[in-house]
């Protein structure tokens, strides 16, 4: 069974940063696809950020060019760097997975593609 320990979340300002990170263990193949995915308060769960296995991210509009996503395959962690936190990116953010038994991720942002999931961070931002 896959299981995804995150680590990170807290409260900060407008402007402020944090990073989020997320550990796969447990599948008995040797590929975790993976992605971060946020519910904002009264919202559905959003898909915004994921990489492929080459590196490729994907990003949704709400976060280009504010949050970078990366991962250290050897380690199995996937991290979520974010800057410029505004207070309409407080939400309970999670990390997602899929693990199938061949060696290709489509780098989706649909959070119904990953069957796996973390325990949540909350972020929360104040102005």
């Known amino acids: 069974q896959v299981q995804l320990v995150q680590v990170g979340g807290g409260s900060v300002h407008t402007g402020g940063s944090l990073r989020l990170s997320c550990t796969a263990s447990g599948s008995r193949y040797r590929t975790y696809c993976m992605a971060w995915v946020r519910q904002g308060p009264g919202e559905e769960r959003r898909g915004i950020a994921s990489i492929d296995l080459d590196g490729r991210t994907n990003y949704a509009d709400s976060v280009k060019g504010r949050f970078t996503i990366s991962q250290d395959n050897a380690k199995k962690t996937l991290y979520l760097e974010m800057n410029g936190l505004r207070p309409d990116d407080t939400a309970m953010y999670y990390c997602?997975?899929?693990?199938?038994?061949?060696?290709?991720?489509?780098?989706?942002?649909?959070?119904?593609?990953?069957?796996?999931w973390g325990q949540g961070s909350q972020v929360n931002v104040s102005s």
């Open positions: 997602a997975a899929d693990s199938p038994p061949y060696d290709y991720c489509s780098g989706s942002l649909a959070s119904g593609e990953y069957p796996f």
